[in-house]
């Protein structure tokens, strides 16, 4: 919601703006359908020739993070650290029960108990191959982290794609504004035997081709970026509180004491309770008995 009045504060202030200072919007709304030809087709353009297939499906399926938000709320957080807790729990109570559900998450029982989180297959393999790999004995925590680090850095990188395709389109925007209004000027020059006034509203149109190209970069595509960013960082929290909790168990701390290490580690907006995380853990306790 907060995403559609920023976009509506842009065009009320920036048009309401130029209509109250006496501007007319006939020259703009006239101009606009050829210039967004240009500018916006060239720039769609830019982007495909700067892209693969892959990173352009990407890229748009995350133009819907703009106004859905982050991913993973406050519960989700509480959810994963209950999740792990039960994991833990039945791998230090039973190491050969536990890997049915690490094995085929999609029919554990206790994944299940976590719709959401089940269904994020990234989330899902990093705890099932990190518990691999300690019922494998291969327990180094410091090689452990190491490993999970170089995953989660890689997916972020994957996941950062987005917002880097989307700033480079945003700073190429104003210099294909220039090119609309070269060429409208170019066609300026071409009537230059016209009269005063039909040569002033066709200046007029070219430059709305240095409007838009601006206007479309700062005001639309660059705060895109830059909300697809923020969103992506917010969501990376999720999945290194997951490498938090695991390595601490490596380290064979309680249960309780890796979860703890977990809570501590999350953003302070999506942090549970000590109280209200200590009576999630008791329901899971009393499922699991």
Same mark, same amino acid.
């Given at each position: 919601m907060i995403s559609i009045i920023g976009i509506a504060v842009v065009f009320i202030m920036v048009l309401g703006g130029y209509a109250l200072a006496g501007g007319s919007l006939a020259p703009i709304m006239k101009a606009l359908p050829f210039e967004m030809i240009i500018i916006g087709?060239?720039?769609?353009?830019?982007?495909?020739?700067?892209?693969?297939?892959?990173?352009?499906?990407?890229?748009?399926?995350?133009?819907?993070?703009?106004?859905?938000g982050t991913k993973w709320q406050p519960q989700d957080y509480q959810d994963l650290l209950c999740l792990l807790f039960e994991l833990i729990r039945l791998a230090r109570k039973n190491p050969v029960a536990i890997e049915e559900h690490i094995e085929n998450p999609e029919e554990s029982s206790i994944f299940q108990r976590y719709p959401k989180i089940q269904a994020d297959k990234e989330a899902v393999n990093l705890i099932s191959d990190t518990m691999r790999s300690a019922s494998m004995n291969y327990d180094d925590p410091h090689q452990v982290e190491e490993v999970?680090?170089?995953? @989660?850095?890689?997916?972020?990188?994957?996941?950062?794609? #987005?917002?880097?395709?989307?700033?480079?389109?945003?700073?190429?925007?104003?210099?294909l504004g220039i090119v609309a209004a070269v060429l409208g000027v170019i066609?300026?020059?071409? #009537?230059?035997?016209?009269?005063?006034?039909?040569?002033?509203?066709?200046?007029?149109?070219?430059?709305?081709?240095?409007?838009?190209?601006?206007?479309?970069?700062?005001?639309?595509?660059?705060?895109?970026?830059?909300?697809?960013?923020? @969103?992506?960082?917010?969501?990376a929290h999720f999945y290194q509180l997951i490498r938090e909790v695991l390595?601490?168990?490596?380290?064979?701390?309680?249960?309780?004491?890796?979860?703890?290490?977990?809570?501590?580690?999350?953003?302070?907006?999506?942090?549970?309770?000590?109280?209200e995380l200590e009576e999630a853990l008791k329901e899971v306790k009393k499922e699991a008995a």
């Open positions: 087709g060239s720039g769609v353009g830019a982007f495909l020739l700067s892209n693969d297939a892959a990173a352009v499906k990407h890229t748009l399926k995350d133009l819907g993070k703009v106004f859905k999970l680090e170089k995953r @989660i850095e890689a997916n972020f990188h994957h996941a950062m794609h #987005s917002p880097h395709a989307l700033q480079s389109l945003a700073d190429a925007l104003p210099a066609k300026t020059m071409g #009537s230059i035997d016209q009269p005063p006034e039909v040569l002033g509203k066709m200046i007029g149109g070219a430059l709305v081709g240095t409007f838009l190209g601006v206007f479309l970069a700062y005001g639309l595509v660059g705060p895109f970026a830059s909300k697809i960013k923020g @969103i992506v960082e917010e969501d390595i601490a168990n490596l380290h064979n701390h309680s249960p309780n004491i890796c979860i703890e290490v977990g809570r501590q580690n999350t953003p302070a907006h999506n942090r549970p309770q000590f109280a």
